[in-house]
């Protein structure tokens, strides 16, 4: 059967996961841009914009593999479900302080602290829990490029919402309604229809399961790799988010708007290398197009980093965020489609560990080196930075055709030595 744009729909219990998590996320994109303008506002500082993303996303690093654990160990339904009522909890909580007006950077801080551990163990259950909703396993790379374009798609919308409601209703309201976007994911959530959940006997403790988790790494390099891959651009590049409330405020001069629209954009490109993944036929080579892509997203970081004509800045950035969406995506669609289904959990938290665990940090080195170079050549370094990771990709890909053509010996020969 021939895969279509739009295939995984037919899975009813994806369809509704699609509907109640694209509302929940355009809220989690509003609150994202509310944050960083309200802690850009207080404090006037590109390291306290870094500092605020290490304190949503470190905590991650620390828990997703035990997060991986846990989904692979439990009902990963039911540990969705506590995630995401947990995060409406935390999101009530923060609308609840900036509603009243009396809150300070340590408490925006303190909530980011444990969004960044419910996501430890919000992310392994929720990417595993896609897999049980296709039910036909043909259309699973599908349904997580689909994926990748409800999280673009939310990008796009969620801060240019953002934006009109910081300026027009104020802060408070703006992280109200995500704390109401939750109600229609645990909706969607209480109306699928799963397999019946089969506890298994686990003879291994947690961290046993931690270690088998690391040698099926080790025996499958190129799922390895991947992640490695995925660790250095999220250390080094993808932290350049940081830096755009810079560029807004003092760089364009401009409002909320201005930096909810930079960050539209962004989504655009992203929300548009998304579709053009859920569109590729059966079987192509996701390895090189990570490859090819990753060395556009240099390309576009590079072109934006000193443009002064703000049309022209966003259409930079609009490269940016098509090359940026496969990093996630495609290293994604590889672990799915490859690793063993008991392993699933483990391998992704360890997928999740590099994308969450070195954005932090990422995040904290882009801050620091902002203050001492420049926003500008600090995005341009990222972005040189990113061509470097494309080209090690490529060498690696040659390498491994390489390897797969070489003739395998004769058995005859293969115990033959030189003398």
């Known amino acids: 059967m021939k895969i279509t744009t739009f295939s995984a729909f037919k899975s009813r219990n994806y369809r509704l996961y699609f509907i109640g998590q694209s509302v929940s996320l355009i809220g989690t994109w509003m609150q994202k841009t509310a944050v960083s303008w309200v802690i850009y506002a207080l404090t006037h500082s590109a390291f306290m914009l870094g500092l605020t993303l290490f304190a949503s996303q470190f905590p991650s690093f620390l828990f997703s593999l035990i997060g991986g654990v846990v989904s692979d160990r439990y009902n990963r339904f ?180 201005t930096f909810g629209i930079i960050d539209s954009v962004i989504g655009l490109g992203a929300f548009s290398g998304a579709i053009f993944l859920a569109s590729l036929k059966a079987g192509s080579d996701l390895k090189k197009i990570l490859a090819i892509n990753t060395l556009i997203f240099g390309a576009g970081l590079i072109l934006f980093s000193h443009e002064g004509n703000y049309p022209l800045a966003l259409v930079f950035a609009t490269v940016a965020g098509f090359g940026m969406m496969s990093q996630i995506t495609v290293s994604n669609t590889l672990i799915q489609t490859t690793v063993e289904p008991n392993m699933r959990g483990r391998v992704i938290s360890y997928y999740a560990m590099a994308f969450f665990g070195m954005q932090p940090i990422g995040g904290l080195l882009i801050g620091s080196v902002s203050k001492w170079i420049g926003t500008p050549d600090t995005m341009l370094a990222e972005g040189v930075f990113a061509l470097l990771i494309g080209v090690l990709h490529m060498r690696f890909l040659r390498k491994e055709k390489l390897r797969k053509q070489q003739p395998i010996p004769a058995l005859g020969e293969q115990n033959v030595q030189v003398i």
């Open 78 to 257: 039911r540990v969705l479900l506590g995630t995401q009522v947990a995060s409406m909890i935390q999101a009530s909580i923060l609308a609840i302080l900036i509603l009243a007006g009396h809150y300070a950077v340590w408490e925006i801080l303190t909530l980011s602290v444990l969004l960044g551990l419910i996501n430890a163990f919000d992310v392994p259950a929720r990417q595993s829990l896609v897999y049980e909703m296709i039910e036909d396993k043909k259309d699973l790379p599908n349904a997580l490029a689909l994926n990748s374009s409800m999280v673009n798609l939310s990008r796009l919308i969620g801060p240019a919402i953002a934006g009109f409601v910081l300026e027009n209703l104020g802060d408070g309201i703006c992280f109200l309604l995500n704390a109401l976007s939750f109600m229609a994911v645990i909706g969607s959530l209480l109306l699928m229809k799963l397999p019946k959940y089969i506890s298994q006997v686990h003879t291994k403790n947690v961290f046993g399961e931690l270690r088998e988790g690391m040698e099926y790494l080790k025996r499958t390099p190129s799922i390895a790799f991947v992640i490695m891959m995925l660790g250095l651009i999220s250390l080094f590049v993808l932290p350049f988010s940081t830096l755009l409330p810079v560029y807004a405020k003092d760089i364009f001069k401009g409002t909320a708007s």
